[in-house]
């Protein structure tokens, strides 16, 4: 069903009063004039609509909400705890789940730091009532519930949590996000926590010993880990203690781009030789390369190619890690908080990235740009959604 999306108009917390339950912002998708379709043939264009209705389209990490029009209000909109979902703009997209990673490093609600675990369960309790009261979207649990969002005209949402910093040193914490429906965690964001070291430290110590055993504890919950912000050995020491295969949901190639933000072959390999899976990000700054120094959708292409070429095509997909809103001016408003300084450089600041500005932008371009250059039906089913579907299977509970 893919492209037939059954969005009813439903607009996030519409059975709220605005300005007497919760206080109105000016939010926006972005600007007009920074959309990009990847050009195609009228064959072309047919192909990839008929893909999108026969596939399963899955992004691996994004942050499908609505943010402030003026980022001078950011601070004021996070600290309300109700970040707005982009129904309308998702049922746009030729997604059928996403994996929605909250409020990530601005998680500010109660904090001027962020990853508490009052400001995580106020973050994800607020979402799910949402989600609670319209039908387009749904809470996903099981991998059931992805085919029945395709085939029902309908998107799954995956609770993700990119940091663990608010588990602390409490192991059953892990089940009770899994009860308050988080199907994916991240070990550590870019600062050290209490299970390893993340990207944006000057040493990495590994995965603790309390580290493994919220690995192990996620194995047996059927939590999937990701590893996309830890530091190289945290990663590897993480992949090898997971009896079940692992994700690097949002990165790319540090020898394309030699950031910390982005993994080694080393890590790379040793991901897909567990059987797990990459996906490639977009998120700005990022994904750059040499020969496309000016980020969008042919530097990020050269990352999935790259790592393509490096693990083999059953080992590499998409989290394009984008939002609707200014994504650069997000990025400055939370240097701090998410890393910026110490985690990306790059030569040339872009206003947005060229194809992949938001979730909607990048779900098409991305099966525009692989049609246009040629890959099989195959190919392209397993690399949007085909092989998170494999690696899911053998994770999640059943």
């Known amino acids: 069903m893919g ?71 950011v601070f004021d909109y996070n600290r309300e705890g109700r970040h707005f979902a982009a129904y309308e703009a998702l049922s746009r997209s030729c997604l059928d789940a996403v994996f929605d990673n909250l409020m990530d490093g601005c998680c500010t609600i109660h904090s001027k730091g962020g990853w508490k675990w009052n400001d995580v369960l106020h973050d994800l309790g607020m979402r799910l ?19 029945k969002a395709h085939n029902e005209g309908k998107i799954a949402l ?23 429906g988080a199907r994916m965690m991240g070990l550590v964001y870019s600062e050290s926590n ?16 309390f580290g493994n055993d919220a690995v192990e504890r996620m194995n047996k919950v059927g939590m999937a880990i990701d590893v996309s912000h830890c530091g190289e050995t945290t ?5 090898e203690a997971s009896k079940e295969p692992i994700f690097i949901t949002h990165a790319g190639a540090r020898t394309l ?9 080393e890590v790379m390999q040793a991901c897909a030789e567990k059987g797990g899976v990459i996906g490639i990000e977009a998120a700005p700054h990022t994904t750059i390369t040499k020969k496309h120094p000016k980020h969008g959708i042919e530097s990020v292409m050269d990352h999935f190619e790259y790592v393509k070429g490096l693990v083999g095509i059953d080992h590499v997909s998409f989290g394009p890690d984008t939002l609707y809103a200014d994504h650069i001016a997000l990025h400055h408003a939370f240097a701090a908080h998410l890393s910026i300084k110490q985690a990306f450089t790059t030569h040339e600041e872009v206003p947005y990235v060229k194809g992949m500005e938001n979730p909607t932008e990048a779900s098409w371009n991305i099966l525009r740009w692989l049609t246009k250059y040629g890959y099989s039906d195959d190919e392209i089913e397993k690399v949007i959604g085909g092989n998170t579907l494999r690696v899911l299977r053998k994770v999640w509970a059943k």
Not at 9 to 33: I, M, P, S, T
Not at 129 to 147: G, P, Y
Not at 194 to 205: A, T, V
């Open 158 to 180: 995956v609770p993700v949590l990119e940091g663990s910093a608010m588990i602390e040193n409490e192991v059953d914490r892990i089940d009770i996000l899994y009860g308050f």
């Open 129 to 147: 009532c949402d989600l609670a009261h319209q039908d387009f979207v749904i809470r996903c649990e099981k991998v059931d519930d992805i085919s």
């Open 194 to 209: 209490g299970l390893g070291s993340g990207l944006k430290e000057k040493r990495d110590g590994g995965l603790t010993y």
């Open 257 to 265: 781009w030699d950031i910390k933000r982005l993994k080694t072959d």
């Open 235 to 239: 990663s590897m020491d993480a992949i």
């Open 3 to 73: 492209i037939n999306k059954k969005y009813d108009g439903y607009k996030a917390y519409q059975y709220l009063e605005k300005e007497k339950d919760y206080k109105e912002f000016g939010l926006a998708e972005g600007k007009e004039e920074w959309k990009y379709e990847v050009p195609l043939s009228k064959a072309e264009e047919e192909r990839v609509k008929e893909i999108a209705e026969k596939s399963i389209v899955i992004s691996l990490h994004d942050h499908p909400v609505l943010w402030t029009e003026d980022m001078s209000e």
